[in-house]
């Protein structure tokens, strides 16, 4: 039996929707099963069905969500929905020069699914994009050492 896992991707320019892709692949190909939720249009009732959820936002403006992440954001916020059935991970991406708001996108959905009773997996990833290093490679592998502590004990189920 495979893992189920959902990807919610929260982008402005498609580096979060790249880094999705290029993470879900890897993910089929170790066994898994992870299907991509772009964030647009959705709201709390995504995580209803309990679960493990991959978080991979970028970070825009003054360490805001993306806009296509807004109203999910503000469904939790507002619903407060309780989401102890719920364990995810965190891919934040953003730009080291921007100090004070180096990856606040992914990490205000850190905070907020905390606070609302998930259970986070592992550290967040949190990418620079000024390192040099390909958001979605760097992804992709930590992805793979997500997963296999992760899921691995859904995997052999």
Partial sequence: MTAPLTILVGTMTGTAELVAQEVETTLADAGYAP??????GTDASVFAPGGVFLVISS????GDVPDNAQALFASL???????????YGVVALG???????????????DRLLTELGAQ???DALLHDASSGLLA??????????????????????
């Fill in 35 to 40: 299907s991509i939720v772009m964030m647009d």
């Fill in 59 to 62: 970070t825009y403006g003054n």
């Fill in 77 to 87: 916020e507002s619903e407060r929905p309780d989401l102890s059935n719920v364990t």
């Fill in 95 to 109: 730009d080291i020069t921007y100090k004070a708001t180096f990856c606040q996108g992914g990490l205000q959905f």
């Fill in 120 to 122: 986070r997996a592992g």
């Fill in 136 to 157: 979605e490679d760097v992804a992709c592998e930590w992805a793979q050492e997500w997963a296999e502590k992760q899921l691995a004990p859904a995997k052999a189920a």
